[in-house]
């Protein structure tokens, strides 16, 4: 068995050969850039926002695999990198007495927190194409997946769901549907 690996390698000064991963490196560095500025981090403190800010990008879903809405997760890019859809554990609970440390902790959580905000305000219009006049857009329809966007959603949770009714307008275009996810409809 003699295989070999061709790598092909973007040129250093043109990141725009690199398409739709360029784009979301340059969602997160934004992200990372209005939120944070020119803030006096700790190495820790930075690296523990960095990593986890490629977390939550990497656990967006790639594509539905799914039969039924209760069936496994959909496929991330985390799937390819560690084998599961999400790698962290749950939050710390603190005691009621703020320390140095908790206090780093909020402050971490709240970047996190406005890290997540941006990264939804700038990547969710690059999955809507814009092709206006040259092509219908495509009907929801039952069966369809969307993935439900909602303030009380964590941060790093992308939940799907399946449409199982629509509900048309006056130009028989759907305008709003009924969901069903993994808690129900």
């Not at 991963?21 to 960095?50: C, H, P, Y």
């Not at 986890?52 to 539905?64: D, G, I, K, Q, Y």
């Not at 927190?113 to 219009?125: G, N, Q, V």
């Not at 814009?130 to 303030?151: G, S």
Request: net charge positive.
């Amino acid at each position: 068995m003699n295989e070999s690996v061709e790598w092909l390698l973007n040129p250093p000064s043109a990141p725009h050969f690199g398409g739709v991963w360029e784009r979301l490196v340059q969602i997160v560095k934004r992200a990372l850039l209005l939120n944070l500025g020119s803030a006096k981090l700790t190495w820790d403190v930075f690296s523990t926002i960095v990593i986890e800010t490629v977390s939550l990008v990497n656990a967006r879903p790639l594509t539905h695999v799914r039969n039924d809405i209760e069936d496994e997760d959909p496929l991330t890019p985390n799937h390819s990198l560690i084998g599961r859809a999400f790698p962290n554990v749950q939050a710390c609970v603190f005691k009621e007495t703020p320390t140095i440390q908790t206090k780093t902790w909020t402050q971490v959580r709240q970047r996190l927190e406005a890290i997540w905000k941006r990264l939804l305000k700038e990547y969710i219009p690059t999955l809507n194409t814009r092709k206006k006049w040259l092509k219908p857009d495509a009907k929801l329809e039952v069966n369809d997946v969307v993935w439900i966007l909602e303030e009380w959603i964590p941060r790093g949770i992308w939940p799907l769901g399946r449409v199982t009714r629509t509900f048309t307008g006056p130009d028989k275009t759907a305008r709003s549907c009924e969901v069903k996810t993994a808690l129900g409809l």
